[in-house]
Structure formats: C-alpha cells, structure tokens
C-alpha cells in the first residue's frame, strides 16, 4: 500500500544520507516511487544505483529496463535490457550458478528486450529473444 511505500522511500533516503555511494538505497528508493506513481524519480534513481553499482545487480537494469518499456520507450528498453545481457554471458551465468536469483532475472531482461523489439518492427530478434528467455527460465 502508498503508506508502506512511503515508509520504504522515507527509509532508503535515510540510508542514502548514511552511506551515499551503495546504490542498493537508491534502487530500493525507486522501486518505492514506482509504487508511489513516481516513474520519474524512480527512473532518476534506477540510474544512480547502476552507475554506482554497474556490474554486480542485474535486477536494478531489469527494473529500468521494465519502467522504460511500460512508459512506452520500447529503445531506451531495448539499449538498457542489452547492456546487462552482454555483461552476463552464457559463461557468466554457468559460472555463477550458485546465485539463484540471476539467471530468471536475465531471462525476465531478454524478454524485455523482446517486447521492446516488437514495438520496432524486429520480430526476428524479438522471437530469439524471446527462445532465450524461455530456455534460460527451465
């Protein structure tokens, strides 16, 4: 509900003030605004929790990449959706396999990007996109 989303941002600022540079307050922040209707300061603080944290939390560009195609940027998807993906290859993933939270959320990226190449006409990648995601979520 709006008031637990509120107490969520209110304590992700709080966190912020404490340690500035963990993008984890900033992408708990957005997922706060999202729920709040914010989709503007969600995406401002998708975007720091990525530069601070580029390489290790595939989930903060999943859930940009999901607000971005939602509020009908299907490129802006498809560019962010894309620069996660190339940073966890198939041998990323194998070597990584002890977290079980990466590769469904590199699965949910390529059907991301998948949707967001329907709305430009590539439904050849869509569909292997879309192959990719399916396989990857078995």
């Known amino acids: 509900n709006s008031a637990d989303a509120r107490l969520a941002l209110l304590k992700a600022r709080q966190a912020e003030h404490q340690d500035p540079q963990d993008g984890q307050q900033y992408f708990l922040a957005a997922r706060a ?58 041998a990323v993933l194998q070597n990584r396999s002890a977290d079980t939270t990466l590769q469904p959320t590199i699965a949910n990226l390529y059907v991301i990007r998948s949707i967001a190449e329907t709305h430009v006409d590539q439904n050849q990648a869509a569909a292997s996109d879309l192959a990719t995601g399916a396989k990857l979520q078995q």
């Open 33 to 90: 605004e999202r729920q709040l209707g914010q989709d503007a300061a969600a995406e401002v603080d998708y975007r720091r929790a990525i530069q601070l944290d580029p390489f290790d939390q595939p989930q903060y560009y999943a859930d940009l990449a999901n607000l971005e195609e939602k509020n009908g940027h299907p490129a802006e998807a498809e560019s962010t959706a894309t620069q996660v993906i190339k940073l966890y290859p198939q």
